[in-house]
Nanobody, 129 residues
Framework: QVQLVESGGGSVQAGGSLRLSCVAS????????MGWFRQAPGKEREGVAA???????YYADSVKGRFTISQDNAKNTVYLQMNSLKPEDTAMYYC???????????????????????WGQGTQVTVSS
């Protein structure tokens, strides 16, 4: 059974940085599609960044140039480095994964039609002005 555990959330002031980590256990698929999503109160869940097989990366326009997704296969971990944080980045951040092909990985990232199969419990990020 695949389990995803996020960590690294917290409270920071605007302009600060955080690094989120997501450790995957029980993942034995040959393809890896992993992503970070966030959901703020009263808003829909949105894709923040995704990475396919440790190479292809996708980012939401709102975080391009500020966030970086990376993957360490030896540690079964995907990271989200978040710099220049803004109050509007405040949300619960979720890690997700699946063994989708490239198109499916991107599709799940942008909200459909595919939906990633495995999800973590989330880690809260709060950015104050």
């Amino acid at each position: 059974q695949v389990q995803l555990v996020e960590s690294g959330g917290g409270s920071v002031q605007a302009g600060g940085s955080l690094r989120l980590s997501c450790v995957a256990s029980g993942y034995t698929y040959s393809r890896t599609c992993m992503g970070w999503f966030r959901q703020a109160p009263g808003k829909e869940r949105e894709g923040v960044a995704a990475i396919y097989n440790g190479q292809n990366t996708y980012y939401a326009d709102s975080v391009k140039g500020r966030f970086t997704i990376s993957q360490d296969n030896a540690k079964n971990t995907v990271y989200l480095q978040m710099n220049s944080l803004k109050p509007e980045d405040t949300a619960m951040y979720y890690c997700a994964a699946d063994n989708l092909l490239t198109y499916g990985c991107y599709s799940g990232f942008v909200g459909g039609p595919y939906v990633y199969k495995y999800w973590g419990q989330g880690t809260q990020v709060t950015v104050s002005s």
